[in-house]
């Protein structure tokens, strides 16, 4: 039984981890727009070309943190959440006992 | 004359070799203490800082980590580099020390100048150090270091100093103006307000920590993938199959995108992301119209005592 639980949760972590990941789709499309933006404006006009990057770069950083919080939840739910949620299910099972 | 030139000239160069050691003794102290710590093991060893020592608190132990450790001992080695750099400094740059010095400086106080305006003169030394800092402890990882920005205890530290810096700024307007600030554009937008303005350090601290932490894990991951594919292709080898053969390369490739751009970058990042916060925290015209209140009221202060 206690092994049934243990497999679901890692399980679980495991697809969570893969879902929280989806959040790296919008940062992927906002970032590719803004570098298509920059390529035209440099194109327009090739003097601004180290203003226009240093904005893009910035822009993309910005853009690029809702991205990096579903990897942060990824990594925990693969390497920090499984020890957390395996002492809780120990101790439900010794409560239960 | 030339006695006394000479011997300026050793403490000179004594100095110098000192300044030179405190910018490499640290992070040799930092390599060894690591290798003194790091249990052996083969399979993927992806893990956060280790912990050097647990000090007995009151609460919860006192936890001295890898990452603490580290990020002192850059300061450190960066407070050496500072001292090397500015060691002997002359009128007229004679030196390459003195010309990259002032190359760093000028550089530093043409940025600040240009995002955040002629009024928040003196911030450059600020963002100078947290870009510095950052970059050090990023590009610590070249030589083997654990980077503490890789911890989000760190970076999280500095995004609390940011923080604590920008409110301060808005608290320049007046309390007032500070409490009201949370109620526009409408009233109902307060509660909102609250959660973006406590946003800005979780999400620079998060920032700046998961583009280096996502890096090392990346590269881990690829390392011991390499270090397998290379046990089953070349195993049967003799003595060349002992040696991970294909894990020369791709690493190296990877670590110069991970480490050395994206922490530069990252660096970059969070100094330009500091200097927007603080001065958008107390606008140009609010700045001035404030000026112009406290002329209007001086003039009427006067004319009344007249």
Excluded at chain 2, 67 to 84: D, E, H, K
Aim: include cysteine.
């Amino acid at each position: 039984m206690v092994e049934l639980a243990m497999g679901i949760m890692l399980g679980l972590c495991g697809v969570g981890a893969g879902i929280a990941l989806i959040a790296g789709i919008g940062p992927g499309i906002g970032e590719g727009q803004a570098v298509a933006a920059a390529c035209e404006a440099i194109g327009r006009q090739p003097e601004a070309k180290s203003d226009v990057t240093s904005t893009m770069i910035m822009g993309c950083a910005i853009a690029e943190t809702t991205g990096l919080y579903g990897l942060i939840i990824g990594i925990l739910l693969i390497f920090v959440a499984p020890g957390i949620f395996s002492g809780v299910l120990k101790d439900t099972v010794l409560a239960l006992k | 004359m030339t006695e006394e030139k000479r011997g300026g000239d050793r403490r000179f160069r004594r100095t110098d070799r000192l300044l030179i050691a405190l910018m490499i003794l640290p992070l040799l102290g930092c390599i060894v203490l690591k290798v003194l710590f790091t249990p052996e093991s083969e399979g993927v060893d992806i893990s956060g800082a280790m912990i050097f020592l647990e000090l007995p608190a009151p609460v919860q132990p006192l936890v001295i980590t890898e990452s603490q450790v580290n990020s002192w001992a850059i300061m450190l080695s960066l407070l050496g580099l500072c001292l090397y750099l500015t060691h002997g400094l002359k009128e007229k740059a004679e030196t390459k020390r003195q010309l990259i010095a002032e190359w760093i400086v000028e550089k530093c106080e043409g940025l600040v100048n240009a995002n955040m305006g002629e009024r928040f003169a003196g911030y450059e030394y600020l963002v100078a150090a947290i870009m510095g800092l950052s970059a050090l402890s990023s590009l610590s990882c070249l030589i083997g270091l654990f980077a503490p920005t890789g911890d989000v205890n760190i970076t999280a530290g500095w995004a609390i100093l940011v923080f604590a810096l920008v409110t301060w700024t808005k608290l320049q307007g007046g309390f007032l103006n500070y409490l009201k600030g949370f109620t526009e554009p409408i009233p109902v937008f307060t509660p909102m307000n609250f959660i973006s303005e406590f946003s800005l350090p979780v999400s620079m601290a998060f920032r700046h920590y998961g583009n280096v932490m996502s890096g090392a894990v990346i590269s881990a991951l690829v390392g011991t993938a390499l270090r397998g594919l290379s046990r089953l292709v070349l195993g049967w080898i003799p003595v060349v199959g002992t040696i991970p053969l294909l894990q020369i390369g791709l690493p190296a490739i990877l670590s110069i995108y991970f480490d050395v751009f994206s922490g530069l970058m990252q660096a970059f990042i969070f100094a330009m992301l500091t200097m927007l916060n603080v001065s958008g925290a107390f606008p140009q015209e609010a700045w001035e119209k404030r000026q112009q209140k406290k002329a209007i009221r001086k003039q009427r202060a006067a004319m009344a005592k007249a």
